[in-house]
């Protein structure tokens, strides 16, 4: 099972971008789904994450207050909206599924499913 993401690209800063991840309805119906980012020579970091119904969220402190996210059932597509982008943003973003529910984990292992992952580049 692969999820697509789709929607990064280069901004300017101060600019937005609105990342999109769509997988089959069987994962989206009872998975709790997240966004990471890779930086070049970094370690892989959770970003934000929301539960199987929508109705918890987690952000990273570093884009809270920038990022939204959000989950559409009806497409089985989640959504990461970032707004006020910077150079520290710059990074290949990947979602991913977890069948673990009632937390957020930043633990790679704990998720089952992974998107391809798309480029993001914040830059003037």
């Known amino acids: 099972v692969q999820l697509q993401a789709s929607g990064g690209g280069l901004v300017r800063p101060g600019g937005s971008l609105r990342l999109s991840c769509a997988g089959p309805g069987s994962i989206f119906r009872s998975y709790t789904l997240g966004w990471f980012r890779q930086a070049p020579g970094k370690e892989r970091e959770l970003v934000s994450a929301?539960?199987?119904?929508?109705?918890?969220?987690y952000y990273a402190d570093f884009v809270k207050g920038r990022f939204a996210i959000s989950r559409d059932s009806a497409t089985n597509t989640v959504y990461l909206q970032m707004d006020s982008l910077n150079a520290e943003d710059t990074a290949v973003y990947y979602c991913?599924?977890?069948?673990?529910?009632?937390?957020?984990?930043?633990?790679?292992?704990?998720?089952?499913?992974w998107g391809q992952g798309t480029q993001v580049t914040v830059s003037s």
């Open positions: 929301i539960s199987w119904n929508g109705g918890s969220t």
């Open positions: 991913a599924a977890s069948r673990f529910s009632g937390r957020f984990s930043d633990r790679l292992y704990e998720y089952d499913y």
